[in-house]
Structures are given as C-alpha cells and as structure tokens.
C-alpha cells in the first residue's frame, strides 16, 4: 500500500501571496495556523519580520514580501502562517492563503537550475492549471549573514 | 516440429523455467525452514505450502512434457500428501532425501530435463524410490530411528549407498552445469494496473484524434464547397463597380484556395502522424496487454484442495482434473472468471456428483470426476469447459422451480422445448435444491454466472443428460478489448448502449406509439413490441412529465433504439442518437460492485465520463417502470411510492441512513427517536409502515411493536423490526409480539430491506 | 491597523502561546484538515491517496444520493461520496473550491468530497478525545475523535470498511 502513495518529497504545499503563486516542500511544513499578531524583534536582519510564540517555542517570522520583492503590507486576519523547518531550524511565514497540497509526480516540475541558474533558493517551477508556481527551497532561504545576524537576534531575545 | 511450434515450445519451456525455479526456491527455503522444528502451526503451513508448490511444478512439468522431472515430483507430492495427513512424520532422514530430490530437480531444470547418463538415471530412479518408500512409512516405523541408524530396512540402506557413491560422480561434473538463472524482474502486478490505465489514456487520445480528423476533413469538404460556390456566383454588378467586384471576387477566391491548400496540407500530415500514433498505440497496447495475461494456473492452483474439502465434507469421492492450466489470459477477465467458476463447481459438487452408494447404483464409479477444461479457440478467445458424469439436470425440477420462483407462468412453461427450459437455470431465482446447502442452492448462483460471463462479452452454455453429467460451456474472450456502442443522449444525460444489443435505432411519428392495456407499444418487423422512455426507465424523470413536454417539443418525429437480450426485444425512446463509435469500458471501482442498469463507465474524448448501460438489467426495469406508470392510472389512486414509512432508531447514524435509503425508494419518511417517540408520531400522523430498531432507550422495539398491536387504531400496520441481536430467541419474540418482519443488522443490505417493505405495503 | 484587529491578532497570539497542557511524547499521525459543511474536519494520510480538484462528474442514475457521481482521475473512474448526504449535515452547496480527497485502502477505493482542504497538520494519536457526544450529525462510530482546535477526526479505516456505503444492487 506504501508504495502506491506519492512520496512525500513529490508533494508541495502551495500558497498564495498578492494572486501570485508559490510552493515549499511539503515535508518542510508542519503547521499552518491562522494569523496572530507577530513582535516585532530588534536587531534581527530586515528579512525577519518578527517572531511569535507557537506553544511556547518562539519561531522567527520571515518576511516574505520582502524576499519576493511585492508591496509590504499589514498582516490582516484571514491571512495565513505557515510554520515551517529549513533543516536548521524552524521559520515562519505569512501568506495571503494556502491553496493546497499537489503532487509534483502528476506536476511536471522544471528544474529552477536549468532555466535560472542565479535562483539559488529555488528548487523549480510547475504549471498548474495554467498557473506557473515557484517552488523554494528553505534550507537555502536566509542568506549564511542572515542566519548569523539572527542567531545574535534570537539568544538576545532569550535573555 | 514446423518453426513455429518450435519457437511456441521454446518459449513455452523458458516460462516454465522461470516458473519451476521459484518453486524450488519455495520448497527449499520451506524445507530450510521447517528443519529448525517451528511451531506445529507453522510447521503445517509450511508442509500445505509445499505441498502446493510441488504440486504445482507437477503439473507445469507436465505441461511442458519434463517427463524425468514430473517422475520425480510426483512421489515428492505423495510424500507431501502423507506429510500432511500426518502419515510419516519429518525425520533427519527424510531432511535428507527431499533436500537431495530438490538438488535433482534444480539440476534437471538447467539441462532442460535431459538426462546424460546412466549413472544419473541410476540417481533417478534411486530418489524416486526413496521418496516413494518414505511416504508409505508409518510413524511408529520411523519414530525413535535417528538417522542414519536404519539398518531394519537393509533394502533401501543399499541404494542409498550406491546413490551416494553416484552423487559424487555427478556432482563433479555438476559443477560445470550453468545456474538456472534467467534475466527476469519480479514486479507486483499492482505495479503494473496503472500502466494499463495510462495505455488505455492513450487509446482514449486515439479514438478522439480518430474523432478530430474526422471534424479536420469536414471543415476541408466545406471549405472546398465555399471555393465551388464561389466560383459559379456571379451578379450584375455596374460597369463602374465591376472591378471592384471582380478584385473582391477574386481576392476572396484566392484566399479559399490557399485555405485550401493549407487545409490540405495539414490534414495530410496529421493524417500521417496518425497512422504512426494508431500503429504506436497499438503495439503499446498489445505489449502492455502482453504483459498483463497471467497462466491459468494462477486462477486454478487452489481449486484442487477446495474440492477435496468440500467433496469429503460431503462424504462423496471426486476425481478433479484440470487442464490448459498454461493458457494466458488477461489477469482482469481471470479475476472476473473465479467466483463464476467457483460457483459452477460446487454446484457440480453438491447437484452433480452422487454419494458413492447412488453412484454404484446406478452403475458408475464410486468416485465421481469433474473436469475442467481451458481450451484456446483461435488466437483471441478460450473455451472453458467444466463437465461432471454426474445426475444431469432434471428438467421437470428446473421446470417446477421456475414456475414456482414466478420466473414464468405456468402456461408458458406447457411450450418450452428441452433447450428452453435447462437455459431457465440461469434465471435469478430458481434454484432446484430442496434443501439449502451452504455450498448452493440459493437460486442466485447460476444468473450470477451468466450475468459475469456476459459482462465479460462471453457466452455460457449448458448440456446436460440425464444420469450421465453436465457440462458447462464458456467462450470467452482473452483480452479486454474495446466494443463498439452508441451513444445516446436523453435529458441532459448521455449513455453509451453496447452495439451488440442494439437490434436498430429508428426515427418514427409519434402516432406510431400505440397504447395496449396502459403498456406503450410500437410495431417493429411485424411484431408489436413493449416501448419505454429510457429516461423513466433509469428514474431520471418522473414519468408523466415527458408526455408533455415531449408533445409540445416534438409531436412528429421520435428516436427509438431497439434493445435486445435474450429472447427479449424492447424499444427504449431516448432523445437523440448522436453517434456510434469505439469505447473501451472501466469498472466503476470498488465501492460501486453493481448498480442496476449501469455496467461500467467510458472516458469520452471530450474527457466526459459517460456511463455504460447494462440491457439485460434495462429490460427488466423498463418492465417494472411500465408497472409504475400503468398502475396508478388504471386505478386511479396516487402512486405506491408515496407511502409513508415512520423509522424509530435511537442512532443517529443508523436513522439517518434509513431514512436515506427509504426516501431514495421514492417513500415519505418520519423519523422518532425512540418506541416512545414512535408510538407517539404514530398515533398522530397515519402511517403506511414502521421500521424500528430494537434496542432503544424508554421504549425497545418489541415493546413499541407490542404496543402497535394491541393499539385499536394502529394494529394493522405493518412493523419492520432491524437489529443487532441476532439470537433465535429475540427473533422469536419479535414474530411473537407481531413484528411482520425481522431483519439483523449484520446481513442488512438495503435490496433487502426494500424488498420486504414493498411486499408488506 | 484597527483596534478590535489588533485586539484578536492578540488574542490568537496569546491562544497560539499557551504550550499544550500535557507534553506528549506519543506516536504522531499527519492529518489532512478540510472543511465540511462548515465544521473543520481531519483524516489520518494514511487513508489519502490523493486530493483531487473537483472539475467534472458524471451523476448515475438509480444510485442512493449520498454517490454524488463519478469522476476520471488520469484514466480510473473513481466513485465520489458526498458525506453530507450520508450523513444528514447541512448542505452549504457546490463551491468552486470543491475538492475530492481519495480515500484508499486495499480493499476499497473512493473519493469523498471536501468544501475546502485546509492543510495537513501533525496530531499526536493520543491527543485526540473521544467525544462524549457526535458535536455533527456523524455518529460516533465513524468517528475517532475531537483533537485540538476542534478538528473532528475521522476514522478512515471504518469508513473505507462501512459496507453501509459499498452499492450492491441487483434489477428484480
């Protein structure tokens, strides 16, 4: 029975942010929660829009917006947190909404190397019903100054 | 041997091949395993598995002609035989022999069974007549005898000897034998459904490419006609406006022309790659087919140990033979085909073969056999063939049992001839046991057969004689293969209806339509035949509705397709006739085994799914639908459908799918929580029937049916009790108290259910 | 930004903080969480074989109302259930966001229509309560409980084994 499930490396989870469409590995994802409010934390770098507290462990929110280069805004209420794990550690991110879970093995997906070597944080990208998804690695989203920059941001926190 | 046969026995021997190694590799590991003395459990497993693995070598051995290593699996599949009857038990010594029997046969195996010498033929016969003297050992003979202390049996100890001394002749030139090993995958056939699936996807895409050029050359026929058209048109046009005209007229012209020839163009290499799509597609298909046909042996190797079972349950003796076991058929029409066979044989079992005492009577063998046959009939069919030299069947009983089961009148039975009356066995319902066995008898058995075999776009058939046997013929084909339908559409539902049963599709008036006895007719070759809308005859629309919106659509022209099946030939109206074309039927899966009418779906081009109707079922119900819509208007009361049923469950689950099940029947359903709720409801509002539960809080069901009866208003309502208590005694007060019908939750199903509601209202 | 939105973003912050009462340490499931008739519901993935997007079906006649048709998924026709209908919930109707969810074990195979899929999220086995009462119309025996946040939870398992739900019907 197993191995008629798709693998759960073929699955993406698939968010929406301004009607664009974007996608992260559905292993990287473990919650996804309504919006809440988020504290805004100094000295972390400008990607980090804050953290919040899920069940008592504090998870840096990071901004998105910021990365994909669209119009900051507000959070609002209908807007969506994705808790998510890059390997190092846990981020969270703020989406308009999210759309659902795919499977890439019934999606072909284009290797974002092929066609955009710069696009180090990218894994690929997929059409589905006509709508092209970009799909992100997290391991490879903060920048290694980033990472460093947050790390100092977060043990500050913590004292 | 022509070339042919040549390759076909090649290729025959390199399956066998395959087939003979995992055996061996079964066995061995079997015997590996039951050396280290498992749990007896385990241990008669592992002997009935073996057994079957042997036995199954056996018989492909056979089938290839391996003569040398049938001989030596057959006194390996009598060891077995006494192993499991507990005859001998397992002793080193015994470890001993089978390991060295399974070395030969693994030897034979990779010198295709020819034997070189006469030292190795020595080792035959010597392993042959150990396994062979082994077998008919007792267990107080071998009990307490450790190897290798058998000096009582000075006989065998010799040969041993000599077979050893021989086996280490052998073995040196053993080494230089190439291992058995053939370059096979093993896949799990799982694996290899949604490949089918996806071929069948493109076969899809072939018969809509089929479709699309078709629709490609039409515009190009149009095209060719505007450009025709064009040239002939002409008007007086002024002088001064002449060459303006002529520039237009030619312009357009020229245009349709390079249309033209663009169209062309482009038919013909679409024609090209669909000759090279068509061809590629077919022999994908047929490969993937390849692939997908399994040796009968896969749906026969248990049937042997079944009827053993049943035949000493039965206290009767059987010979059970089986042949063709090495035909290939396509794996879903094999997994269609058991319970059909199944079935046949026990009721070859349990009808057919006497007691050994009758038997002797009537001057036969004591023991009885039955025979299955799996014959190939050209490259794409196979016969099946399952005889007994049994009783026959009695006509007069089967005649008795149809009218008896109303599945015809007792004056149509007075003009059947001998063939009519044995083909009735396969009509739901009759069944000419007197006694209900386990094993048959239900009366359900052989319609299930024929119905099977006809959704398998097979044929059965039945002879029989009296005192001598019967046999039953299926023809079948051995692959499933695409059919032709038309699809038709009716509301705004599309059906697609097997060409094989349709006798015609005609436009007619609807003055054709003649009315006999509240049942619509049309006249067709000579004969007038019974007409139903399609619609009404699937529920799509209440009947009644059609006639007027029919009159004020259309009142001149009508499309009918005549139905056939059987004897019977019925005109189905439908509301148009779009096309006839190829379409490949699924299954509609799992959870929808059967649904009446309906046998199975079809992907349209479009992408559309559209369902496959099922005649056989069609006709029955138009009969019933006509029923519905004569009855009311010959007795002028408002339809039975509306009957009110109250349903007192205390399960929420349970009361709302009761209520479900019931207003799909087209009934008016009240629900009540309890007896109490339910007594109350039915005091107030009048019902037609009341379904209960019997375990309620405040008032149980016996207690509410007990209240019914005793109550001056509502005595006579019919009461349905269903429950999960399943003893004789609570059935029993529930006929006491008055209930009219008992039904356990564990065997509900709702045709059940329904059947008897619509019997007690 | 508004007071009374500040205010809830708050109030869910503080929710969202409160660390779960009894750290468990038990087997996890993955659950997929989707909307029905207006109530948030999961099923353990083991039972999923996939989500489909609701495009098309085809409805068949004579078939009990709760078959809300069938549909072609890549070249298999699937059996779509709508548990509304079996289960006596509200009808919120037809949306554009309707999903199948297929359902799936060896024996048994079928898609139940969902009105939205949330996502999935880990639930451990053992926080999941029994509910004391069905919270909807589903009785308790196609349930497996009520875990955090009110997800009500499935039982795959008995739903794929209901023969209530297996269509059997023969023309008499």
């Known amino acids: 029975m197993a191995e008629l499930l798709p693998t759960i490396e073929d699955q993406i989870v698939v968010f929406t942010l301004d009607e664009l469409k974007y996608a992260i590995p559905l292993h990287s994802v473990k919650r996804v929660i309504h919006a809440v409010e988020i504290r805004f934390l100094p000295e972390a770098p400008e990607i980090i829009s804050g953290i919040i507290n899920v069940q008592g462990q504090i998870i840096p929110v990071v901004n998105l917006r910021e990365r994909f280069a669209l119009a900051d805004r507000e959070i609002s209420l209908d807007d969506q947190i994705i808790i998510a794990d890059t390997g190092k550690r846990q981020i969270a991110i703020v989406v308009d909404s999210v759309s659902g879970v795919n499977d890439l093995a019934q999606v072909p997906m284009k290797e974002a190397g092929k066609i955009l070597p710069y696009a180090k944080n990218m894994k690929g990208v997929a059409i589905i019903n006509d709508e092209l998804i970009l799909i992100y690695n997290l391991e490879k989203f903060l920048s290694l100054d980033e990472e460093k920059l947050l790390e100092k941001a977060m043990k500050t926190k913590k004292k | 041997m022509n070339k042919m046969d040549e390759d076909f026995l090649k290729r025959i021997r390199e399956t066998f091949r395959i087939e003979a190694e995992e055996h061996l590799r079964i066995l061995s590991a079997g015997l590996t395993e039951l050396e280290k003395k498992p749990p007896e459990k385990r241990a008669a497993e592992l002997i009935e598995n073996m057994y079957r693995e042997v036995h199954s070598l056996k018989g492909a051995a056979r089938s290839v002609d391996q003569k040398e290593i049938e001989s030596v699996c057959h006194p390996f599949e009598s060891l077995f035989a006494a192993l499991k009857r507990k005859d001998i038990v397992l002793s080193p010594r015994l470890f001993d022999i089978l390991l060295k029997a399974i070395d030969i046969l693994t030897r034979l195996l990779s010198t295709d069974g020819i034997v070189k010498t006469p030292a190795e033929r020595q080792i035959h016969k010597d392993i042959i007549n150990q396994l062979k003297k082994a077998a008919e050992e007792s267990p107080s003979d071998t009990h307490g005898k450790e190897y290798p202390d058998f000096s009582g049996e000075p006989q065998t100890e010799e040969k041993v000897i000599v077979s050893e001394t021989e086996k280490n002749k052998v073995s040196g030139v053993a080494e230089s034998y190439e291992p058995a090993m053939a370059k096979v995958v093993r896949i799990p056939v799982s694996r290899l459904d949604p490949l089918l699936l996806q071929s069948e996807e493109l076969l899809q895409t072939k018969i809509s490419f089929d479709q699309r050029l078709n629709e490609l050359k039409d515009v190009n026929v149009r095209v060719t006609g505007f450009k025709a058209q064009l040239s002939k048109y002409s008007i007086d046009v002024p002088e001064t406006a002449k060459m303006i005209h002529d520039e237009y007229h030619e312009f357009a012209g020229n245009c349709l022309s390079e249309m033209e020839n663009r169209l062309n163009e482009l038919q013909h290499s679409i024609e090209k790659d669909q000759y090279t799509f068509n061809r590629l597609t077919n022999d994908h298909l047929g490969e993937v087919k390849q692939i997908l046909m399994l040796p009968v042996s896969s749906l026969v190797e248990s049937f042997p140990s079944m009827v053993r079972d049943i035949s000493h349950e039965h206290n009767k003796e059987v010979k059970f033979n089986i042949t063709g076991m090495e035909l290939e058929v396509d794996k879903r029409i094999l997994e269609d085909l058991k319970d059909p066979l199944l079935h046949l044989i026990r009721n070859s079992l349990d009808h057919g073969i006497g007691k050994p005492h009758e038997r002797t009577e009537q001057n036969k063998p004591p023991s009885g056999t039955i025979n299955l046959e799996f014959k190939a009939r050209g490259s794409d069919m196979i016969e099946i063939v399952l005889s007994d030299d049994g009783k026959g069947i009695d006509t007069e009983n089967v005649l008795k049992a149809a009218v008896r089961s109303g599945v015809i009148s007792a004056e149509a039975a007075e003009n059947l001839n001998r063939d009519e009356i044995i083909s009735l066995i396969f009509k739901s319902g009759v069944s000419t046991s007197s006694v209900i066995t386990d094993i048959s008898g239900r009366g359900l058995g052989l319609s299930i057969v024929s119905e099977k075999v006809e959704k398998l776009n097979g044929k059965v058939s039945v002879r029989t004689e009296k005192s001598k046997g019967t046999s039953f013929h299926i023809l079948l084909p051995v692959t499933l293969a695409t059919f032709r339908g038309i699809l038709v559409k009716t509301g705004e539902y599309m059906f697609i209806l097997p060409s094989v049963n349709v006798v015609r599709v005609l436009r007619t008036e609807s003055g054709e339509i003649k009315t006999v006895e509240n049942h619509d007719t049309i006249s067709f070759d000579k004969k007038v035949i019974p007409m139903a809308d399609l619609g009404n005859v699937l529920g799509l629309q209440e009947p009644g509705n059609k006639t007027t919106e029919l009159s004020s659509k259309s009142s001149d022209q009508i499309c009918i397709v005549v139905l056939t099946s059987g004897d019977d030939v019925v005109a189905f109206r439908v509301d148009d006739v779009l096309d006839e074309r190829q379409v490949l039927v699924k299954n509609l899966g799992k959870l929808l085994t059967r649904v009446k009418n309906i046998s199975g779906a079809t992907v349209l081009g479009s992408g559309n799914v559209v369902p496959v109707l099922y005649v056989p079922d069609l006709i029955k119900s138009s009969i019933s639908a006509q029923e519905k819509v004569s009855r009311p208007v010959a007795a002028g009361i408002t339809p039975e459908k509306s009957a009110k049923i109250l349903v007192a469950e205390d399960s929420v689950t349970a009361r709302a799918l009761l209520k479900n099940i019931l207003e799909t029947a087209g009934y008016q359903v009240s629900t009540a929580i309890d007896g109490t709720d339910a007594f109350t409801k039915a005091r107030m509002e009048g019902f037609d029937l009341i379904v209960s539960d019997v375990d309620m809080p405040r008032m149980n069901g016996f207690e509410l049916t007990a209240k019914i009866r005793n109550d001056r208003k509502l005595s006579e309502i019919p009461v349905v009790l269903v429950t999960a208590l399943e003893s004789r005694e609570d059935r029993e007060l529930g006929i006491e108290v008055g209930a009219d019908a008992y039904i356990v939750k564990r065997s509900f199903d709702q045709t059940n259910l329904l059947e008897i509601i619509r019997r007690l209202i | ?172």
């Open chain 3, 1 to 172: 930004m508004k007071k009374e939105i500040i205010a809830v973003l708050k109030n869910r912050a503080r929710e969202m903080a409160r660390e779960p009462e009894e750290q468990t340490s038990s087997a996890t499931g993955d659950f997929l969480i989707f909307a029905l008739a207006g109530e948030i519901y999961g099923i353990d993935v083991a039972f999923i074989r996939e989500v489909y997007p609701l495009r098309d079906f085809t409805q068949l006649p004579g078939v009990p109302s709760f078959i809300l048709g069938i549909i072609n998924v890549r070249g298999q026709i699937l059996p779509v259930v709508d548990l509304k209908k079996f289960f006596n919930l509200p009808e919120k109707g037809l949306g554009e966001l309707n999903k199948v969810i297929i359902l799936h074990n060896p024996a048994m195979e079928f898609g139940i229509l969902a009105d939205n899929i949330t996502g999935m999220q880990p639930v451990p086995f053992d926080a999941i309560r029994t509910s004391p009462v069905s919270v909807t119309g589903i009785g308790s025996d196609y349930l497996k409980g009520i875990a955090p946040g009110n997800v009500i939870i499935l039982d795959g398992e008995k739903i794929l084994n209901d023969k209530k739900i297996i269509i059997h019907e023969e023309v008499t």
